[in-house]
């Protein structure tokens, strides 16, 4: 069998590709596809066929993907030109007669106004009108998108606009396991995966954080526009601030709460608990 994992090169593709090596598959038949070839060649050297793909070449698609039985799509992340990049993936996966197209999305990427989440729900139409057997895998908030920030947090805080409301998060490497899962196993066509791990208000999340951490991080919760102009001040452009304060909003609404055992279920197990998964992303 012949797995496709696209944006290899990322952290939550190379983290598909490692899964599947850990699971016994073989690594001739694993195809690690990104950009720059030359951030693979330890996978490579391993026996897994390393090839050019870029999102926005559809011939290096068609190359990448040629022989392909299942494809991972990782999302790419140039906000603004996902579907089309996405769209000449899924084009070069009906091209080649894949038999199962998973692709990462968002959480209720069909029906939520969370800014994040509608190139999203434009690609998860372009799967379904493709006609591929498929799998959506709707990934909520990493638990490495906050721990990854504690250097700001210790000087600054966290601030956020979230209010009361709860994040679904798990670790990259379990959304990562189980895109393996869904990639080895048979029966997940026609799936439609909401997943998350436990569920946490930012505040409860400081608190963790500064616990796990042994420095002290408080939680700040400030008016949506507030955090625009933060985050406008720490440098992102106004688009993504506005972006990523819609994040907040969305978290106080629910939108990234995933009252599903989906994960649970791919993984075999429960995902960590929220201090376990906090010192692991902390000590990676």
Not at 45 to 63: F, K, M, Q
Not at 175 to 181: K, L, N, P, Q
Not at 229 to 237: D, F, M, N, R, Y
Not at 255 to 264: C, I, S, W
């Amino acid at each position: 069998m012949s797995i496709v994992v696209t944006g290899a090169t990322g952290q939550l593709g190379r983290l598909v590709v490692e899964s599947l090596l850990a699971r016994g598959a073989d690594p001739a038949g694993i195809v690690a596809t990104g950009r720059r070839t030359e951030a693979l060649q330890d996978l490579a050297d391993r026996g897994v066929d390393v090839r050019r793909a870029d999102y926005a070449d559809p011939a290096s698609l068609r190359e990448a993907l040629d022989g392909a039985e299942r494809v991972l799509l990782v999302s790419g992340n140039e906000f603004g030109q996902r579907v089309a990049q996405h769209t000449a993936v899924v084009e070069a996966a009906v091209d080649a007669g894949v038999s199962l197209l998973a692709y990462t999305s968002a959480p209720h990427a069909a029906t939520t106004p969370l800014l994040l989440a509608a190139e999203h729900a434009g690609t998860e139409a372009v799967v379904t009108a493709s006609g591929l057997p498929h799998v959506l895998l709707r990934n909520a908030w990493y638990v490495e998108n906050y721990t990854a920030q504690l250097p700001t947090y210790l000087e600054h805080g966290m601030v956020g606009a979230a209010g009361e409301g709860r994040v679904s998060l798990a670790l990259r490497r379990e959304y990562a396991e189980a895109a393996a899962t869904v990639l080895l196993e048979d029966g997940h066509a026609g799936a439609t995966y909401e997943l998350g791990g436990p569920a946490v208000t930012l505040a409860e999340l400081a608190a963790v954080v500064s616990e796990v951490s042994g420095a002290q991080v408080a939680y700040t919760d400030v008016p949506q526009a507030q955090l625009v102009e933060v985050l406008v001040g720490a440098g992102l452009p106004r688009p993504a601030a506005e972006t990523f304060a819609d994040v907040d909003r969305g978290i106080s609404a629910g939108e990234l709460l995933v009252p599903t055992d989906d994960l649970a279920r791919l993984l075999g197990r429960e995902p960590l608990p929220t201090a376990e998964a906090v010192r692991e992303a902390l000590a990676g």
